[in-house]
């Protein structure tokens, strides 16, 4: 009885925040005040209300007891659970970050920033190659002045006043470290940086910050308004054959005496900008949840030079960190290097296995394994995919072995002799190669990396395996002192924890993921955050959590 008051008592919280929630997105539908941080600060007036609410459902939903509940039901319950308690958490974030939004904005001052468009379908760590900005000014949440190079990240090649290498393997394609390829690090802040230095390198003013956005989302944004007419280039453009024809402009129709490949983008974006500021009504909301989604989903990523607005930001989950976590932890991350626009048609399988060693270390085994539905006619999905794969896993992990890497011949990749040693990249990434596997190691962002090559042919699967062991003190196991050894001796039994958090990389469009866990007999598991199943399977690209305590 006491749990079926607990579930009325959260019904009825959640339809309250869910009310106040909907008058909020109502009266953000229909102001009358157009300006953005006008929108931001209405609507934290009905978050702030809706906060208590859900908070209140929460706190009920946590003090159920999923065994007094019929079978059929417990499952539906955590999900609801977890739905609220996320919501939960979300609308606190927006209300403490409220200001840090609306200066972001351009709250009564301008900022200024890089907007960095992500091509998913050419994979990089952050979602995408950088192959065309734009300069953006902002005020009070309107966009004041917007300059976009016709030729696109390689604007300022010409002008880059630093000429340093570049990480090994984009040498695959230029010996210098130059603006498009900044985007190496899957940690979007430091990623951010780099492109805002090479920027200025090559000629452009400082920035308050930095946004990337996925090519997938500004289709998105097209669908929800109206088809962009082009009279100029002779074509409609729609959420359908965006990336289609924008690539096809860029790469094979544009002018070549004028030599601005990106033009067809700088045509296109203030028609799109000026739709998405001025729509009302179901289309403003349209809009504003495909911006939501964006941010969630890592569509939309943002750094800040403000440490204050950063960190808001990252409580927000809008900055493309690498998660700092304890126990086991995975980050995939593929970088095409002069593999086409294929990473769109290629499917990603990750298989993980990890196995509890008889002499108490964990060994894993991930396998990647890439499925290439390109056809080797098609334009730009034909090409043979080249993929730099590396692997960010705990700090202090250690390589035992690589199946099936694929290098490029060595001659393939550019001279360095006429740049300079990059001091800065091995600050933030020192590298070294297994002599035994050729593979890429490192320990930077908190984590430890393994990379190799990749490559998967039009029609054809491919896979890459590494095998490593973690670091010794990754289980969280009980202290060795008085009170824990006379609860072993008496019989008592003495738990363990472990967990594996699995990270995505944004931009990819098709991945599952699948994680098995094999114990031994000193160890037994009691209990999984997959009702005490020991394998967790992600059939789309998302993060992933899995959690489990174990019995000595």
Known sequence: VKQAQHLLAAGASVAQAASIVSQGMEALATRTTKAPTAAVSLFDVYAEDALP??????????????????????????????????????????????????????????????????????????????????????????????????GGTYFGQGQLSEDVAAPVPLQLLKARWELQDANWFPDFPTSAQQGMALYEA???????????????????????????????????????????QVQKQVEHMYDRTANLPKAIIGDMAPILIERMTSSEGDTFLQMASLLSRGLAERDIQIYHTNPDIQSALSDLGWTGELLGNTGDYLHVSHTNIGGGKTDGVIDDNVTVESTLRPDG????????????????????????????????????????????????????????????????????????????????????????????????????????????????????????????????????PQTVQHSMHIQKQPGVERRETHYTFFSNASLKPVWTTEDTSLELHLDSNTDGYFGMIMEQ
Do not use: C
Not at 55 to 65: C, F, G, R, V, W
Not at 120 to 141: K, M, N, Q, Y
Not at 223 to 239: F, Q, S
Not at 398 to 410: D, G, I, K
């Open 202 to 244: 090559s000629g452009g003013p400082s920035v308050d910050g930095v946004i990337a956005v996925n090519a997938s989302l500004v289709a998105d944004l097209i669908d929800a308004t109206v088809e962009i007419e082009l009279t100029k280039y002779g074509v409609t453009i729609d959420g359908e054959n965006f990336l289609f």
């Open 361 to 492: 270390r964990i060994e894993n085994v991930v396998e990647i394994a890439r499925t290439h539905h390109g056809l080797a006619s098609s334009t730009f999905s034909g090409s043979n995919n080249v993929s730099f794969t590396l692997i960010f896993v705990p700090l202090g992990s250690e390589l035992l072995s690589v199946n099936a890497a694929q290098p490029p011949e060595e001659d393939l990749f550019e001279s360095i002799e006429d740049v300079s040693p990059n001091t800065e990249l091995e600050r933030i990434e020192p590298t070294t190669i297994d002599p035994n596997t050729g593979a890429l190691i490192a320990e930077s962002l908190g984590k430890t990396s393994f990379g190799h090559w990749l490559q998967t042919r039009p029609g054809s699967t491919s896979t890459l395996t590494f095998r490593y062991v973690l670091p010794k003190d990754i289980l969280n196991e009980p202290p060795d002192d008085l009170l824990h050894r006379t609860a072993k001796l008496i019989g008592i």
């Open 53 to 150: 609410e859900l908070q209140n459902a929460t706190e009920y939903l946590d003090s159920i007891n999923p065994s007094y509940l019929p079978v059929e039901y417990r499952g539906q319950v955590k999900h609801i659970r977890e739905l609220v308690s996320s919501l939960s958490e979300s609308m606190a974030a927006f209300h403490a970050s409220s200001d840090a939004i609306t200066s972001l904005l351009g709250d009564g001052q301008r900022q200024r920033y890089l907007v960095l468009f992500q091509n998913h379908t050419e994979l990089r760590p952050t979602g995408g190659f950088w192959g065309s900005l734009a300069e953006v000014d902002i005020v009070d949440g309107e966009l004041q002045r917007m300059e976009i190079p016709g």
